[in-house]
């Protein structure tokens, strides 16, 4: 740039740029938010400070009639600024004349950063962070090697707590959920008389426990999950004081890390890397299950119905009667039952062959049955534009309740071995019989599609009530969505589709639905709310 300046100019820029200089090198907690202060911030500083050396400012110089320079902040996003500050922080655009009247020095845009976009209550804010997060979580569990059911279902458990539990405070008529979730006795608490702001904070805790809940994750989706985080975090350093941002950041990581050392000792832990458990013995005899076509594959995860459940008793609570005998006899209860599979897939109407599709989420081909359900409630959220207090309470109950749904299934799979219709049709009926499904590689009964469907029903129901919708979870499979009256009347339609698939016998499947409604009234026992009426406790 050419400056055409006269003696009394040029002394004047001398010493503006002088200041300029200082500002830059020694600025004060209200002057601006240079790389230096982001030393503080672990374990991804290397990576902050080098974007913030590129992104903190733009620094611009205006040579009209008076000499003036002006600092622009990138514009806030106003969706996470609170709702009722959201306009009242305006940063000057950067042709603006001087003269403008709506012209604000830097100190006074930094006191407006100070004092009005952080709220103390996570509800004044959208769920634009979790949704965001929750959707790079199902590619995740797609994409990463062993993420089978029952271990996706752990996963979201655990993220689902760790935002709920890094939010709570913000949330003043809610309460931790320490001290009813089995084994968590206590976690790091926030200071009540700092300011926090909850999106920050948000998005620290799921890119951390996201990190380490997919460690095992493709140098691509590790790549996938800094850039979320770095995403947010250029989005919200931006319109923060320094000491606000950091606070929040480094809460949100630290109850991470509490409750991601708390998941250590639940029985699960690695199991993406020990699905098939090699010293498991099957038992043998009449109607007890084998491996199946085409895979023959040994039974996965056989203990998992052992592990630490996140609010169930154990495993062994909300157990379903048993299964009709098996027999190979005509007119017993477990023959008929069998000749209604042979049939039903015999005569598969169109419209059965795709509801067996739509519901089928078999794993490394989709984010599994338990995704389905985050996926239904992502859609929810973004429909109703929930913010991000109801969120937090929505995602933490339905990860608690699929994860606890898939341990509850599997202790009942493992405890009656029953043998799959694939088996004792191709056995009895037709060696050549095959179904449109793939049978998976572990007992029959109950049905794990029907367990966690009705047990995340039930939580969503009791939580928004008979809510009519739309689900878009396989737009992108190119299955065409599916419309339904209620939660109920989607997991209906998910339990029977395991009938259409050829792989479940009717008992597994209307009583696999009341043994998960069974864990959803549970988990919806559970005291979120400090005046909630729920007696856990005294359940207990």
Not at 358 to 384: C, E, R, S, V, Y
Not at 480 to 487: K, W
Request: hydrophobic content about 40%; charged content about 20%.
């Amino acid at each position: 740039m050419t400056l055409k300046l006269n003696s009394k100019i040029f002394a004047v820029w001398l010493v503006v740029a002088g200041a300029l200089m200082v500002g830059f090198w020694g600025c004060t907690s209200r002057g601006l938010k240079l790389h230096q202060s982001d030393e503080k911030l672990a374990p991804i500083d290397s990576v902050m400070s080098l974007a913030d050396r590129s992104q903190s400012a733009i620094i611009t110089v205006d040579t009209t009639q008076t000499f003036a320079i002006k600092i622009i902040e990138k514009e806030s996003h106003r969706a996470n600024l609170p709702r009722q500050d959201a306009e009242q922080v305006s940063v000057p655009d950067q042709r603006e004349s001087v003269n403008d009247k709506n012209y604000q020095s830097t100190e006074k845009l930094e006191m407006a950063k100070a004092d009005a976009e952080v709220s103390p209550e996570t509800r004044e804010y959208n769920a634009e962070v979790p949704l965001a997060w929750f959707n790079l979580q199902l590619k995740l569990v797609q994409e990463t090697p062993g993420f089978s059911p029952p271990v996706a279902a752990r996963a979201f458990g655990y993220a689902g707590v760790t935002l709920y539990e890094a939010a709570v405070p913000g949330m003043p008529t809610h309460q931790s959920l320490a001290g009813q979730l089995n084994g968590l006795t206590e976690l790091p608490r926030s200071s009540s008389s700092q300011d926090y702001h909850w999106p920050t904070v948000a998005n620290s805790a799921l890119a951390t426990i996201t990190r380490l809940l997919f460690a095992n994750a493709s140098e691509a989706n590790k790549a996938a999950i800094e850039a979320l985080e770095l995403r947010f975090y250029h989005q919200f350093k931006s319109t923060l004081a320094a000491e606000v941002f950091h606070r929040s950041a480094s809460h949100g990581r630290v109850i991470a890390q509490a409750i991601y050392t708390w998941s250590l000792s639940d029985g699960g832990h690695g199991g993406h890397s020990r699905n098939f458990s090699a010293g498991y013995k099957l038992p043998a005899g009449l109607g007890f299950w084998v491996p199946t076509p085409s895979k023959f594959q040994r039974p996965l995860q056989p203990h998992w119905g052992n592990n630490r459940p996140f609010f169930l008793r154990s495993g062994s609570e909300c157990q379903p009667e048993a299964h009709p005998p098996f027999s190979e006899r005509t007119g017993t209860k477990f023959y008929e039952e069998m000749m209604e599979v042979y049939n039903t897939v015999n005569n598969l109407t169109a419209e059965q062959r795709a509801i067996a599709e739509f519901w089928a989420d078999n794993p490394m081909q989709t984010a599994t049955p338990a995704g389905h359900w985050i996926a239904i409630l992502n859609q929810i959220i973004a429909q109703k534009q929930l913010n991000l207090e109801v969120a937090a309470e929505a995602y933490a109950k339905v990860g608690i309740v699929v994860a606890d749904a898939f341990i509850s299934c599997w202790y009942t799979k493992y405890e009656y071995n029953l043998v799959r219709p694939i088996t004792c049709i191709r056995k009895i009926i037709d060696a050549n019989w095959k179904p449109p499904v793939s049978t998976p590689p572990f007992p029959e009964y109950t049905s794990g599609h029907s367990v966690q469907s009705g047990a995340a029903a039930q939580v969503l129901t009791d939580m928004f009530g008979e809510v009519a919708f739309t689900d878009h979870t396989h737009d992108s499979r190119n299955l065409l969505p599916r419309s339904f009256s209620s939660f109920f009347a989607a997991a209906d339609e998910a339990a029977i589709s395991r009938l259409y698939g050829g792989i479940h016998f009717r008992s597994a499947i209307e009583l696999g639905l009341e043994q998960g409604r069974c864990v959803g009234r549970k988990v919806s026992a559970l005291k979120f709310k400090k005046d909630d009426p729920a007696e856990s406790a005294t359940r207990r």
